[in-house]
């Protein structure tokens, strides 16, 4: 089975600085996908990125990059400029690379960004 | 706005009653999954259909069904309540529901409180 660890469970930035948000995993598979995924107050899951494991890479959605280790099995969220709208609690999440897998998520992060 | 709708989105009710929970899915998405969010289980996937037919199942209580109807909203009913049961309950969908990395976009959830 699949484990997702966010070990960090608040984490604070100012606003327009840079901040990092941790995210290992666990599994035997060799094909998969990773995702983060963010809940604002609004209670609503809005996908941040996404990041196949094949693929060395590492993804990028405007302020919002990924730190892809594979070896480590560590998938970190790096979000540039924090704005005020990026707070939310964030989620990582893992989905094997085969038919009818389903999402497994983290614990998530609180992030506050201070104005 | 992911294009996922859920209704309601609060419900209040009693131990031992029974609530159903409805989705409509994006506009073109024919697999609809279900997950429960509660404190101290996290995330949890529940149910997915595609189609019309059960895909997959996970952490679903027997207490709990769902279904997906021809137009391709879904319902989960939920019955027989138990305060353990107080939730938020998101669905999800996605074009093709196969996994393998696909994108689930989600709906901003339904809020079950059982007294």
């Known amino acids: 089975a699949q484990t997702v660890t966010q070990s960090q469970p608040e984490m604070s930035v100012q606003e327009a600085e840079t901040v990092t948000l941790s995210c290992t995993y666990d599994?035997?598979?060799?094909?998969?996908?990773l995702f983060w995924y963010k809940q604002p107050p609004s209670r609503q899951m809005i996908l941040v990125i996404r990041q196949e494991a094949y693929k060395q890479q590492n993804a990028t959605e405007n302020r919002f990059s990924v730190n892809f280790q594979k070896a480590a099995k560590s998938f970190s969220l790096k979000i540039s400029d924090s704005q005020l709208g990026d707070t939310a609690m964030y989620f990582c999440?893992?989905?094997?690379?085969?038919?009818?897998?389903?999402?497994?998520f983290g614990k998530g992060i609180t992030l506050s960004v201070r104005p | 706005d992911s294009g996922v709708t859920q209704t309601p989105k609060h419900l209040i009710t009693a131990t031992g009653q029974r609530v159903t929970l409805r989705c409509s899915p994006r506009s073109g998405d024919l697999s609809v999954y279900w997950y429960q969010q509660s404190l101290d289980q996290g995330l949890q996937f529940l149910i997915q259909y595609y189609n019309g037919e059960e895909r997959a199942k996970g952490n679903i209580l027997e207490r709990f069904s769902a279904q997906q109807f021809p137009d391709l909203h879904s319902e989960l009913n939920l019955s027989s309540l138990e305060l353990g049961d107080s939730a938020l309950y998101f669905c999800?969908?996605?074009?093709?529901?196969?996994?393998?990395?696909?994108?689930?976009?989600f709906g901003s959830g339904t809020q079950l409180s059982v007294l």
């Open positions: 999440a893992f989905m094997k690379g085969e038919a009818n897998s389903k999402l497994t």
């Open positions: 599994t035997s598979e060799n094909n998969y996908y």
């Open positions: 999800a969908s996605s074009v093709v529901g196969t996994g393998n990395g696909e994108k689930l976009f």
